[in-house]
């Protein structure tokens, strides 16, 4: 269950986000949709869904991007450029677009996150310099890292030296054969051992210290956040056809675009012979024995396209439990789609494994206060002065006054006479003018 994530100086973030995924405890609506983990004889709540409203070119991308390089650099336990990566994110590859690009000096860029697995709590801190925007000659290096556990600080890294290591709330954690009493020795061993560009949670505190808790936090990383940048270039497959050639139908799939109002085709997925890649077929015939088929992308709408492939992350994220962040999720998606979705991660009776959906839009049928609570909305603007952007939720107005947000307030009117910011009002109709009176222009 993702509790909190924060950045600082990150892409259209000088000053920074918090993206808080713990419920407001004055806010009563939709009590039913809170999810809650036993930690430490604690509770812990969380919120299952959130959406992200503002105008293009605001900073919400930015928000998933944050997201998704933050879980490359942990997956690889490395800040250097990665040439390779394959998350759909060029942030996450390359780090030297990361840093806020109208600033005048080099500053760190933090990343902040608390999350809860197997009934443990985890924080993780992680900054790191990587020079002004687009520098490709600074040396990069980690400049403050730490991990909390149930609140309590385990390790902090600062740069090059470990000031701090304490593994009493860890035992049970353990390398087999480790020492509580050997702390301050293994504390200077790895402080002698520090790499400037790489994680101490991978390298030295995975081989000194606990192997066990590294694999559960690297697990969570990889299974249970799952974060898709560029949505409409990402295809989802619920599993993956053997290389004999033969199609593999996936019942369920059809069934959802069936109830979608998708008819005339079934789907099947067939891996490429020649590209070893899975490819969707709408299959226009079958017999007993054989499939006769087209390329899906050929002859079926965006739409449907669209629906097929983000469905089997859907699923997979509501059978794990996992936090599923999308950039553009409904794009193309018919909206009643997207609020049987959003009901769907609400239902308690229905995701019973405590999954959580976020995504950004630009379609506002979302604010009603039936369909999502006030601390699941935010808002994302950009001022034009300094070219900041900053986050903050609809819950953070004030429930009474002039400004004030009611549970029961009508929020799609409201956002669309700007009472809650984070909308343009655009008009092309002088540049096009201009345009249509002076072809030169163009």
């Not at 994680?199 to 690297?218: A, G, H, M, Q």
């Not at 085709?265 to 067939?270: E, P």
């Not at 986050?391 to 009611?406: H, I, T, W």
């Amino acid at each position: 269950m993702l509790l909190n994530f924060s950045c600082d100086n990150f892409k259209s973030f000088m000053d920074g986000f918090q993206f808080n995924m713990i419920p407001e405890k004055r806010m009563t609506e939709l009590d039913y949709s809170i999810l809650s983990e036993k930690i430490s004889g604690r509770k812990e709540t969380g919120l299952s869904a959130s959406v992200i409203y503002g105008p293009n070119a605001a900073g919400k991308t930015s928000i998933v991007n944050a997201m998704s390089c933050m879980r490359q650099i942990i997956l690889r336990g490395n800040i250097r450029d990665d040439a390779s990566d394959r998350s759909g994110d060029h942030v996450s590859g390359s780090l030297n677009l990361a840093p806020f690009a109208f600033r005048d000096d080099a500053a760190p860029v933090r990343f902040d996150i608390t999350f809860t697995s197997g009934g443990t709590k985890y924080r993780y801190v992680l900054s790191i310099f990587l020079g002004s925007f687009l520098e490709k000659n600074s040396d990069r290096y980690i400049d403050h890292e730490q991990l909390w556990v149930n609140d309590t600080l385990i390790f902090n890294r600062i740069k090059d030296a470990i000031d701090k290591l304490k593994l009493d709330e860890i035992a049970d954690f353990l390398n087999i054969g480790y020492e509580i009493k050997d702390t301050e020795k293994t504390r200077k061993a790895m402080s002698s051992n520090i790499t400037a560009d790489s994680l101490l949670l991978v390298t030295d505190f995975n081989s000194f210290c606990s192997k066990k808790l590294v694999s559960e936090i690297r697990q969570w990383f990889e299974e249970q956040f799952i974060v898709v940048n560029s949505a409409d270039r990402t295809r989802f497959y619920p599993g993956t056809p053997g290389d004999n050639g033969r199609a593999m139908i996936n019942v369920y799939i059809n069934k959802i675009a069936q109830e979608a109002g998708i008819i005339g085709s079934d789907f099947a997925y067939v891996n490429d012979p020649e590209t070893h890649t899975t490819k969707l077929l709408s299959v226009l015939q079958k017999t007993d024995s054989t499939l006769y088929g087209l390329d899906a992308d050929k002859i079926e709408s965006v739409g449907t396209m669209r629906l097929i492939s983000i469905m089997p992350a859907i699923i997979t994220a509501l059978q794990k439990g996992a936090i599923l962040v999308m950039d553009e999720l409904d794009a193309s998606l018919h909206p009643m789609i997207v609020m049987n979705l959003i009901t769907i991660f609400h239902n308690d009776g229905i995701n019973k494994n405590g999954a959580q959906i976020i995504f950004n839009t630009h379609n506002p049928i979302y604010l009603n206060h039936n369909l999502l609570r006030r601390d699941e909305i935010k808002f994302v603007e950009r001022n034009k002065e300094n070219k900041s952007s900053s986050l903050y939720a609809l819950s953070d107005f004030r429930a009474n006054g002039e400004a004030s947000v009611r549970k029961t307030s009508d929020y799609m009117k409201n956002y669309f006479i700007s009472r809650y910011g984070a909308i343009e009002d655009i008009d092309f109709t002088d540049i096009i003018a201009d345009i249509l009176s002076n072809p030169l222009i163009c």
